[in-house]
C-alpha cells in the first residue's frame, strides 16, 4: 500500500475516531528490512488474543453453539445477513414482504415468531441492535457488509448471565472482523435477480491504530414482483418490497500501551424501503425513508492475558419517515364515508433510540477459576405519533448486573454458574439463573446438562401502545365532520414480563480433525408470553378504559400475558471435513409446541416447524475452484401475523467460484444460484413465494 | 563448556532472575583455574534488558569469584580511549553498543551479545573482512531452527505440516529451516516476500495448508504493526503460532522458545571463562545456548491443545537437540 494513499485516508479516519494521537506509544522501536535488532525479540507487544476474544472449545462450552465462520458464510451464497441463519439448527428464518414496517426476515429460535420476532438477543460487536420499538432487529437497517463478519455464533438456549437482557429463546452474536485484517481495498460488486450490489471496503494502520470503512450500495429487488398463481384460481398480490440500501461502516482501534485499547465503531444505513398493499386502502403501496445509525466506543485494559476490564458505550437510533397524504383516500364504512383519518393525513415518524453503558471485567482467580462479572445502564426511548399517540419520547430505563462463573473442579468436569439480576422502571427486579455443567465421560465424548431462566421485559410498545386513528366524516352530508375515533391498538402498562425455564441435555463428539457431532435436547417452559387479541366495543363495553377513546362497533387490539407453551426440542448438528477438501455442515430439528392454554387465536402449536434440516456441502476442487451446495428444509407452519398454515418449504442453493489474478491482483468471481428447482414455496405468509433467484459477484483485492 | 547440572536446569526453569543465574553459576562453573579477562560492557541504553543483561553477568562472575572484572559503560556516552584503558574484551550488548564498539576501531575484540544472527552478520559483511579473525565475534539471541520445529513437535505431538513466511531478514535461514524439519520429519511450506504488503496474502495462502505456523524474526514480516494480524489470522484458522519471543505469547501466540538476558549472560560468562589465557580471540559466533520456554495456556486450550508442563516441553526439546549431535 502507498504511503499517500494510506495517509489521506487515514487522517480523516483518525479525526472521527478520536485517534490523533500521535506518536502516543514510545515503545521500542522494532526493524524495518535490514534493521532487526534485540527490540524485536523483546519489545512488549499489546495482548491481541485477550480471554474476551478467545473461543472456548467446543466441550467446554455451556450452551448448545452453531457457529457459522467466513468460510461458511461464502459457501452458504447467503444475499442477506438473515440469510445465514437458516443454517443453525432449530432456527427459523423467512423472508416476509411486511407490509406495514418494512420488508425483510424473520429469525427466531423454536418459531413462535411474529413480523418482528423479538425473543431474541442480537448483539454486533457486543452492540444489542433489536429494536427498542417492537423488540426485534430490523434486518436490513443494520449497516453491516456480509464480508465484514469474522464469524457468527449463535447461543441455541437462554443465556442472560453471559449476553444481557432479551438472551430469551437464543442469542445471535455477530462478530465483525478485526480491522488489524483487513488492510488494504476491495471491491465487490453484484448483480442479478435480488437486484445489484457495490461494496468498497478500505482499510489501513500504523503501528499502534487500525481501521476499516465500508461503503455499500445496494438495490435490493426484494421478491418476485408479479403476481404469482397459488391455485384455487388466485394469485398473490404483487410484491412491493423493494429496499434502496446505503450503509457506511468504521471501524477503528488505537492502542495506547501495551495495555490500553481504544476502539470505535460508527455505522450508518439509510435509504428507502416499499411497504403497503394494494389490498388495504389505510395502508397503500408507499415508499419509507429509513435512517439507522450507531456511535460505539469501547476502552479495553489488558491488565493480563486473563485480565481484562473494557467499559463500552453506544448508542443506537432508528428513524422511519413516511408519507401517506396523497394515498390515503376516503374510506367507506358503512352508510359512511370517511376522510382520511389523523395521523395518517399528515407525515409521520417512527423514532426509537438506545444508549447504553456497559463495565466488564474477566479475570481468573484461580488457576481453575475464570470469572466474567459487570454492569450495565441502559435507556431505551420511542416516539411515534402513529404507535403512540403523541409527539414525545416515551423511555425505558434498566440497570443489570452480570456474573458467571467458570470453574473446572477436576480435568474432566466444568461448571458455569451465572447470572443476571435486572431492574427496570415497570416489571421491577428480577435475576435470570443460568447452572451449566459439562463432563468429559472418554476422550472427545463431554456430556452437558444445563438449566437456567431468563425473563424477556415487555417492549414499549407493548405496554405503552396508544395507536388512535381519528377520522372525520364526509358523507353523508348531515354527519359531515363528526368525529369517529377508532383506537387500533393499545398497550399495557402492567404487562408481566415473559418468562422462560429451559432444561438442556446435550452430548458432544468430537470427530477428529476439527470435526464435532452435537447431540442436543431442551424443554423449555415459557409462561406469561404476551399477546395481542382484539376486543369488541360494543355499547355495553364503552365504559371500559380499553373502549374509552374508540367508536362502538369497532375492533381494539389489546396485550396481555397470555399464552403458556411448553416446547419440546430435538437437535442435532454435525460439522465434519471430508477428504481434506470437502466440508460438510448438516443440522436437524425437531421442535414440538405443547400449548397450555389455547389462548392465542390461532394456536402456538404450528408456530415452529415439527422438523426441518439444513445441509451445506463444499468442496474445494482446486486451489483455484469451490463450489457447494446449500439444502434448506422445514415441514407445515403457521406463525402468528403469517395468518396462513404453510405446506413444507425446500430451496437447494449452489454456489461457483473461482479465484483467479486479474492482472497482479487476487480476485474471484462467483455464481449463486438461490432455489435451484424454483419451488414457488411460501414462507411465513402466503404471499412471500420463494423463485429462483441468480446472481454473480465478483470481489477484487487490491 | 562446563557441565551443566540438571539442579541448575531446574532452578533455571523455575527462575529466569538472579537466583537461577547465581544457582547455575555456584553450581556449574567449579573454581576458576584462569582469571577471565578484564572487560568493558557496553550497553546499548540504560536499564530494560541491558542492565538486566549487565547485573546477571556481573552476579554470575561473581559467584565463581570473579569480582571486578566489568565495568560498565554507556554505548552513546563512550569515550573509547578512557573507557577501554586496561580491559582485554569488550562485551556488547544489544545491537547498537555491537555497532558502536566495532565501530571504535579498538584493540580489544569485541563480543556481541543479545544481538539478532542477522545483524551480526551484516556488521560483518560491513566491515568486509577487515578485522583480524577472533576480533569479532557474537553470541546470537536467535535459537538453532531444531528448538522452534522441536517446540513446534511438542505443542503439535500429532501435526506433520509447519509452515513458515520468510522475509528478507529471513530468507537465509531456509536451508536451516528444511534441514531441522526434515530431521523431525516435518514437512515445511514455507512462504517467501519480499514487502510488508504481501505479508497478509502470505499468510492467507500458507495457513489452510499446514497445522502449525512457526514464526522466525524478520524486520519485514514480524513487525509491531503485523503481529495484531498475524495472530488474529491464525487464529481465525485455528493454527497455533510458535514464537520466538515471551512478547508474542503474552500477545497471543500459542507458545515460544527463546533467550531472556539472564540465560544469554550465563552463556556469555561461560564462554569468557573458558578463552584461553594470554591475548584474547573469540570463537566464532554461535546460537543462544539455552532456552526458556513459554505457552499460553488460554490460548493452547481454545485451540483444543493440551500440552505437558513447561518443565516436560522444554526438556523435550532439549533432549531433541541433544540426539541431533
Known sequence: MSGARRGGLSALVGALAFMCAPGALAGASSGAFGNLSEADFFAELPVVLSATRLRQPLSDTPAAITVIDRQMIRDSGAWDVADLFRLVPGMYVAYNVDREVVPGHVVSYHGLADPYAKRMQILVDG?????????????????????????????????????????????????????????????????GTPGSDLVWRHGGGTENSDYRLTLQWRDDRGYTRNPVPIGDGRSVYPRHDDKEIHNLALRSSHRFNARDELQFHFGYSGGTREAGSLANPLLPFHEKDVRSQFAMLQWQRNLAPDNQLSLRFFHNRDTFRQ????????????????????????????VAERYDLELQHVLAPTAATRLVWGAGLRQDGVRSRLYFNSSNFRRFRQENLFANLEWRPQADWLLNLGTMVEHNDSTGTRASPRLGVNFRVADGHTLRAIVSRAFRNPVIFEQQADSLWRFSVIAPAAAAGLPVPFQYALGRENLAPERIDSREIGWLVELGSGGSLDLKFSRDHLRRLVEMYEFRCAAATMALPQCAASTPGTDVRLLDNLGEVRIDAWEVQWQQRLWQRTQLHFGWASTRIHDRKNSLRDGYERMAPRHSWNLLLAHQFADDWRASLGAYWMKPVAMAGGSDALPSWRRWDLRVAHNFRLGNLPAEVAVIVQNLHDSGDREFSRDNVSSRRLWTSLKLDF | MPPFTASCRRCLRRSRGLLAVLCVALLTLPAAQAAVPQMVLVLSERGGVYEAFADAFEATLSGIGENGRVRRVLASEAAPETALAGSELIVAVGVQAMRAAAGWQAAQPVLGTLVPQRAFEQLQAESGGKRRPGSLSAIWIDQPPLRLLGLFRQ?????????????????????????????????????????????????????????????????????????????????????????????YVSAGATAAVFSTPALSALQVAELVRALPPGRVSLPPPSPAAYPAIAINRQVARSLGLEPPVDALVQKAIERIVEESK
Open chain 1, 127 to 191: 452492540r444489542t441492535v433489536y429494536t427498542p420499538l417492537f423488540g426485534g432487529p430490523v434486518w436490513s437497517n443494520i449497516p453491516l457488509a456480509l464480508d465484514d463478519i469474522e464469524r457468527v455464533e449463535v447461543v441455541r438456549g437462554p443465556n442472560a448471565a453471559s449476553y444481557g437482557a432479551n438472551s430469551f429463546l437464543g442469542v445471535i452474536n455477530i462478530i465483525t472482523r478485526d480491522p488489524a485484517e483487513t488492510h488494504g481495498n476491495r471491491l465487490s460488486l453484484a448483480s
Open chain 1, 323 to 350: 408519507d401517506l397524504r396523497g394515498l390515503v383516500g376516503s374510506t367507506d364504512f358503512g352508510p359512511l364515508t370517511l376522510a382520511p383519518p389523523m395521523p395518517l393525513n399528515g407525515p409521520l415518524s417512527h
Open chain 2, 155 to 247: 505443542i503439535l505431538p500429532e501435526a506433520r505440516r509447519a509452515g513458515v513466511i520468510l522475509g528478507p531478514d529471513s530468507a537465509a535461514r531456509a536451508a536451516a529451516l528444511q534441514r531441522a524439519a526434515a530431521r523431525l520429519s516435518i514437512e515445511l511450506t514455507m512462504e517467501t516476500v519480499a514487502t510488508e504488503a504481501e505479508v497478509m496474502p502470505a499468510l492467507a495462502r500458507l495457513l489452510p495448508k499446514v497445522d502449525g505456523l512457526l514464526a522466525v524474526p524478520d524486520g519485514v514480516v514480524y513487525r509491531r504493526d503485523s503481529v495484531r494480524g498475524i495472530l488474529l489470522s491464525t487464529y481465525r484458522h485455528q493454527k497455533p503460532l510458535i514464537a520466538f519471543s515471551q512478547s
